[in-house]
Nanobody, 119 residues
Framework: QVQLVESGGGLVQPGGSLTLSCAAS????????MGWYRQAPGKQRELVAT???????NYADSGKGRFTISRDPAKNTLYLQMNSLKPEDTAVYYC?????????????WGQGTQVTVSS
């Protein structure tokens, strides 16, 4: 199991930047895959970006070229650097950890952090 705590959300103007952090209770390299997801009002939760323990990256088209996912093993922390933010990026952002489970895998989630992009 793993506990995840997000931070770094807030209010930012369009075109601005934010860096989200996700503190994990275990070494991030022991987690096969981690990622960021977001959920806007009235919409389903959607993938933003993922990173595997081996460093494989995956970005949703919505953030490709603007968002960067990374990790700091020394701090057991996952990051999401978001640049050129748009109003449509407004959502609650959740940190995800995917661990192997008996039936395939298990997903663990943080409490979420609100990102609001508005003038």
């Amino acid at each position: 199991q793993v506990q995840l705590v997000e931070s770094g959300g807030g209010l930012v103007q369009p075109g601005g930047s934010l860096t989200l952090s996700c503190a994990a209770s275990r070494n991030t390299f022991s987690i096969p895959a981690m990622g960021w997801y977001r959920q806007a009002p009235g919409k389903q939760r959607e993938l933003v970006a993922t990173i595997t323990a081996g460093g494989r990256l995956n970005y949703a088209d919505s953030g490709k070229g603007r968002f960067t996912i990374s990790r700091d093993p020394a701090k057991n922390t996952l990051y999401l650097q978001m640049n050129s933010l748009k109003p449509e990026d407004t959502a609650v952002y959740y940190c995800n950890a995917r661990l192997l489970g008996g039936s395939g895998y298990d997903d663990y989630w943080g409490q979420g952090t609100q990102v609001t992009v508005s003038s």
